[in-house]
C-alpha cells in the first residue's frame, strides 16, 4: 500500500495515489515484450532489483510470483525483490542513494523534483502514453512515473448490519450527517468510526476531507504556494471536527496504539460502524471471513456542497527506473511488462483492490460498489502531498498525520494547524 498510505524533497507547488506462477505471458498493448517485439533479451543475464511496499496484501511471496514470467521469458535474468529496511520505500531509497547501492527499480514512490534527478525519463515510451494517471503524475511535462491502475481514496466502509440496527437508512451525504449517523451508531453498541495509530490517523482526515475542500478551494495548491491560503486555516474546520468526534466517543481515544492490520481485522470482526480508506481496502475485506456486508459510499462534504464531490485518487502501484542502474534496458522492460501485461495488470489489480479502465476482471460486491463510486465522481483530484505539478514538499503525509496525532494528546485544533502551516513554511 502506498499512497498516503504509508508514506515524501521540496519544491514549489502549482495548481492542477492468484496465483501468479500460472500467470500466462500474453501480448502487451504498446508493443510489449511479451509479444515478440521491442529489445527482449537485449541484455543477457543479471540481476535487477527491485524495491516494493510490503502489506498485508502486496507480500513477499506475492511479489516474487509476480515477476516469474518475466524472467522465464528472459533467461538467466534474476529479478530480486528488496522489501523496505528502513521505515518504508522513501526511507529506504534516501539510505540506499546515500551509500551509492540504489537498486534498479523502484515502486510506490512517485517523482517529485527531488527524485527527478535520479530517475530515468520514459515519456518517449511509446508504451506510457495509456497508462492510467500518467499525465496528471508527469513532471514539467516529463514522464517518470508509470502505475498499474488508480486508487480511490475517499471512501467510507461501512458495517450494513451496524447501520439497520442504528436506524440509518442511508449513507451520509453530508459531513453534519456523518456526525450524526455516529451518535446512533455509539448508541446502538458500535465503535462508531475506526481508525488507528501509524500512518492512518492523518490518512483519514485527508480522505474524509479531501472532497469538500476540492470544492471550497479549487485551486488549493496554487493558493497554499502563493500565501493566498495555508494548509493549516483551511484544514483548520476538519481539525475542530474530528476533536469534537473524540470528545463524543466516536472515535477511540486509545486508536494510537492500534496497528494498521489490527485495524483492518478490528473492522472486519464487526465491532465498529464505519471505517475511512482507499480502495485497497476491498482485496482485505474479499479475503475476511465475516457474518455481516460490507458497503462503501463517497466522502460525504460539507452542508451545500455537490455529493458525490471530486474523488481522490492516486496512481496504483507506480513504478519508476532508477538513472543509474546497470539494467536500463531490463529494468525499462520490467516496468513495461508489469504496468502492460494484461495478466500482470489484472493480478496486481485484484491483488491490492486497484481499479484500471478497460481492464475486466471479476469483481466482488463491495469492488462494485467502489466502481460505481469512481464512474459518478465528477473529477479526480490530489489530495494530501499531491504528485506531478500538484505536490506539497515530500514528506508532507507523514508530518501531517504527525500533528494530527497531536488531537489525541491534548493539543488544540489551532495548534495543530499552526504546526503544520510552519512545517510546510520550512520546508517550501
Known amino acids: 500500500?502506498?499512497?498516503?498510505?504509508?508514506?515524501?524533497?521540496?519544491?514549489?507547488?502549482?495548481?492542477?495515489?492468484?496465483?501468479?506462477?500460472?500467470?500466462?505471458?500474453?501480448?502487451?498493448?504498446?508493443?510489449?515484450?511479451?509479444?515478440?517485439?521491442?529489445?527482449?533479451g537485449s541484455e543477457k543475464g543479471g540481476t535487477v532489483r527491485m524495491l516494493v511496499n510490503i502489506t498485508p496484501n502486496l507480500t513477499q511471496d506475492y511479489w516474487e510470483g509476480l515477476v516469474k514470467p518475466f524472467e522465464a521469458a528472459h533467461k538467466g535474468v534474476d529479478v530480486k525483490i528488496e522489501a523496505p529496511s528502513g521505515k518504508g520505500v522513501a526511507d529506504t531509497l534516501?539510505?540506499?542513494?546515500?551509500a551509492g547501492n540504489a537498486p534498479d527499480v523502484v515502486e510506490t514512490l512517485m517523482v517529485d523534483e527531488a527524485l527527478a534527478p535520479q530517475m530515468l525519463e520514459l515519456t518517449d515510451q511509446p508504451w506510457v502514453k495509456d497508462t492510467p494517471l500518467v499525465r496528471e503524475a508527469s513532471l514539467d511535462g516529463k514522464v517518470y512515473t508509470v502505475g498499474?491502475?488508480?486508487?480511490?481514496q475517499s471512501l467510507v466502509f461501512y458495517n450494513k448490519d451496524a447501520f439497520t440496527k442504528a436506524g440509518i437508512d442511508q449513507p451520509p451525504a453530508t459531513l453534519d450527517e456523518l456526525t450524526a449517523a455516529m451518535g446512533k451508531l455509539k448508541k446502538a453498541g458500535y465503535l462508531p468510526l475506526l481508525t488507528s495509530g501509524e500512518f492512518v490517523t492523518g490518512l483519514q482526515l485527508l480522505q474524509l476531507a479531501n472532497p469538500s475542500l476540492a470544492q471550497s478551494h479549487p485551486t488549493w495548491y496554487e493558493d497554499v504556494e502563493s500565501g493566498k491560503s495555508?494548509?493549516?486555516?483551511?484544514?483548520?474546520?476538519?481539525?475542530?471536527?474530528?476533536?469534537?468526534?473524540?470528545?463524543?466517543g466516536y472515535v477511540d481515544k486509545n486508536a494510537l496504539g492500534l496497528k494498521y492490520a489490527d485495524a483492518e481485522a478490528k473492522f472486519l470482526s464487526g465491532k465498529a460502524g464505519m471505517y475511512v480508506m482507499g480502495s485497497w481496502f476491498t482485496?482485505?475485506?474479499?479475503?475476511?471471513?465475516?457474518?455481516?456486508?460490507?458497503?462503501?459510499f463517497a466522502a460525504p462534504v460539507e452542508k451545500g456542497q455537490d455529493h458525490p464531490?471530486?474523488?481522490?485518487?492516486?496512481?496504483?502501484?507506480?513504478?519508476?527506473?532508477?538513472?543509474?542502474?546497470?539494467?536500463?534496458?531490463?529494468?525499462?522492460?520490467?516496468?513495461?511488462?508489469?504496468?502492460?501485461?494484461?495478466?500482470?495488470?489484472?493480478?496486481?489489480?485484484?491483488?491490492?483492490?486497484?481499479?484500471?479502465?478497460?481492464?475486466?476482471?471479476?469483481?466482488?460486491?463491495?469492488?462494485?460498489?467502489?466502481q460505481a463510486i469512481l464512474d459518478s465522481a465528477p473529477q479526480r483530484v490530489a489530495q494530501g502531498e499531491g504528485y506531478g505539478d500538484t505536490t506539497l514538499p515530500r514528506g508532507f503525509n507523514a508530518a501531517w498525520n504527525t500533528e494530527v496525532q497531536g488531537l489525541y494528546v491534548g493539543r488544540s485544533p489551532k495548534k495543530v494547524a499552526d504546526a503544520v502551516d510552519r512545517w510546510v513554511r520550512d520546508h517550501s
Open 1 to 40: 500500500m502506498r499512497a498516503v498510505r504509508g508514506a515524501g524533497g521540496t519544491r514549489g507547488v502549482r495548481a492542477v495515489p492468484l496465483v501468479l506462477a500460472a500467470l500466462a505471458l500474453t501480448a502487451c498493448g504498446g508493443g510489449g515484450f511479451s509479444d515478440g517485439g521491442g529489445s527482449a
Open 94 to 98: 534516501q539510505q540506499q542513494l546515500a
Open 148 to 152: 498499474v491502475g488508480e486508487q480511490a
Open 230 to 248: 495555508t494548509v493549516g486555516a483551511t484544514m483548520l474546520p476538519y481539525l475542530e471536527r474530528y476533536q469534537s468526534w473524540l470528545k463524543s
Open 283 to 296: 482485496a482485505s475485506e474479499a479475503k475476511a471471513e465475516k457474518d455481516f456486508e460490507v458497503g462503501a
Open 309 to 370: 464531490g471530486p474523488q481522490g485518487a492516486t496512481m496504483a502501484a507506480p513504478y519508476m527506473v532508477l538513472k543509474a542502474t546497470e539494467h536500463r534496458d531490463l529494468a525499462t522492460e520490467l516496468v513495461e511488462y508489469l504496468v502492460t501485461d494484461p495478466a500482470a495488470v489484472k493480478s496486481q489489480l485484484q491483488q491490492d483492490g486497484n481499479f484500471r479502465k478497460g481492464v475486466e476482471r471479476k469483481f466482488t460486491p463491495l469492488e462494485k460498489d467502489v
